[in-house]
């Protein structure tokens, strides 16, 4: 007999769902050619809408990144029915790690997972590539202690550092006041300021800015911490659409 080929469904074998999401689905597998566990990202596919921006995004990115603080897309599968991204199979996540060490995390390894989210984005950010979406959810921890940054559905390759992208991206918790406040012209610090609320939330156990309703909630936790914003002190904030000076 034949052994299992890459790009075919029946070279992986499915185990358990770990989880879904508006457009796909994601189960632990098993590879039948290494016998390696994977991750397959199931989606969906609709057949008046076809194959869903997002997951042609993600799958045309990651493609191209080979990285250790980047999660490894293996194998891409297209069937009538669905889109499967294999991907490396990584046993937790920051979100998960955190939640089981309450109170904050040892300084050893904030350290630890913060050196390697930067080495992981500076090597997106000099393909101008950002992800868009960072939030512990989407930061990947092996067992051995390794960070891996995985779901790239927001991700966007950036031809010029100053493009106009839509500003429906980011958490409300991670995303800068910039795009909060309707602005479309950003760069690789939307990246940034998601880092240092995820630095603020490794070290202290809570999020750094936990917005409960919506943006303007969320906005005015960030000034609350680190003041109302004003032309002297952010020069053109004034201009950006949604700020209400007096707010």
């Not at 669905?82 to 996540?93: A, K, P, S």
Request: aromatic share 10%.
């Amino acid at each position: 007999p034949t052994s299992p080929k890459f790009g075919k469904a029946d070279s992986y074998e499915k185990l358990e769902k770990l989880g879904e999401g508006s457009y796909a689905t994601v189960y632990k597998g098993k590879s039948k050619v290494n016998g390696k566990l994977v991750a397959l990202k199931v989606i969906r596919l609709q057949e008046e809408e076809g194959t869903p921006f997002t997951a042609i995004r993600e799958a045309s990115l990651l493609k191209g990144l080979k990285h250790a603080n980047i999660v490894l897309l293996h194998d891409i599968i297209h069937t009538k029915e669905t889109l499967t991204l294999v991907f490396e199979y990584v046993h937790t996540d920051l979100c998960q790690y955190m939640d089981k060490h309450p109170g904050g995390l040892h300084p050893e390894n904030v350290k630890l997972f913060l050196f390697q989210l930067l080495r992981g984005l500076s090597y997106i950010h000099q393909r101008y590539i950002l992800h868009r979406d960072l939030k512990p959810q989407n930061l990947l921890i092996s067992d051995t202690g390794e960070l891996k940054l995985a779901d790239f559905g927001l991700a966007r390759a950036k031809s010029v550092p100053s493009h106009t992208y839509s500003n429906e991206v980011v958490t409300l918790w991670y995303r800068p006041p910039d795009v909060l406040l309707g602005s479309t012209e950003y760069s690789t610090c939307l990246d940034m300021w998601g880092v240092g609320c995820i630095f603020v939330e490794m070290i202290q156990g809570v999020a750094a800015f936990p917005g409960m309703k919506d943006i303007q909630d969320q906005l005015e936790r960030i000034f609350l911490v680190l003041g109302t914003p004003n032309e002297d002190t952010w020069p053109g904030v004034y201009s950006l659409p949604h700020f209400k000076p007096g707010r």
